[in-house]
T-cell receptor, first 113, second 116 residues
Framework: KNQVEQSPQSLIILEGKNCTLQCNYTVSPFSNLRWYKQDTGRGPVSLTIMTFSENTKSNGRYTATLDADTKQSSLHITASQLSDSASYIC????????????FGKGTRLHILP | KAGVTQTPRYLIKTRGQQVTLSCSPI?????VSWYQQTPGQGLQFLFE???????NKGNFPGRFSGRQFSNSRSEMNVSTLELGDSALYLCASSPGSPGSRGETQYFGPGTRLLVL
């Protein structure tokens, strides 16, 4: 069964610090892997999208990496800000159109002042 | 360009009732997907529509149904509501066909449904 597992489930860090969120997946190969940010009470917003052949993608202070050998992706947040407090969701799209897109359960990140 | 809009934003229903949720995609987007989000299960795929046709369906009972209109607007219906249907229902749109896996999905703010 195709799965996407994220860790940690929740994380608390101080403002200004860096952090790394993990995503382990079983779908291989895949069409693309995405990281979304979801603020409380809002819909998810796309941060990065990587194809199977890419190994890094940046969006400002957010950098996603992909290791196809270990089937892991990481989202690194640099110099965290209070506005980074949100849930971060890893999403993997299988290669076939009829296969279901698989969502991780997310990591809840809290930034403290 | 306006984003994805969903109505209503909040809804309270009782068990056994039925509910209809509405989603208006970004102008020009033809693909609309629906998701259920609960704290315990995360985001779960309900169905996907393109050009008024259901192209993909998740593992939900037949009480959950949807449709898409010629203007790409979509509705989902849940009949005979159960307590476990309480969740945030999210709609997402993307420009092209479901086969375009490289496209980003743009999510609406969701409809929070509470079943009492």
């Amino acid at each position: 069964k195709n799965q996407v597992e994220q860790s940690p489930q929740s994380l608390i860090i101080l403002e200004g610090k860096n952090c790394t969120l993990q995503c382990n997946y079983t779908v291989s190969p895949f069409s693309n892997l995405r990281w979304y940010k979801q603020d409380t009470g809002r819909g998810p917003v796309s941060l990065t999208i990587m194809t199977f052949s890419e190994n890094t993608k940046s969006n400002g202070r957010y950098t996603a990496t992909l290791d196809a050998d270990t089937k892991q992706s990481s989202l690194h947040i640099t110099a965290s800000q209070l506005s980074d407090s949100a849930s971060y969701i890893c999403v993997v799209s299988p290669p076939l159109t009829d296969d279901k897109i698989i969502f991780g359960k997310g990591t809840r990140l809290h930034i403290l002042p | 360009k306006a984003g994805v809009t969903q109505t209503p934003r909040y809804l309270i229903k009782t068990r056994g009732q039925q509910v209809t949720l509405s989603c208006s995609p970004i102008s020009g987007h033809r693909s609309v997907s629906w998701y259920q989000q609960t704290p315990g299960q995360g985001l779960q795929f309900l169905f996907e529509y393109f050009s008024e046709t259901q192209r993909n369906k998740g593992n939900f009972p037949g009480r959950f149904s949807g449709r898409q209109f010629s203007n790409s607007r979509s509705e989902m219906n849940v009949s005979t509501l159960e307590l476990g249907d309480s969740a945030l229902y999210l709609c997402a749109s993307s420009p092209g066909s479901p086969g375009s896996r490289g496209e980003t999905q743009y999510f609406g703010p969701g409809t929070r449904l509470l079943v009492l």
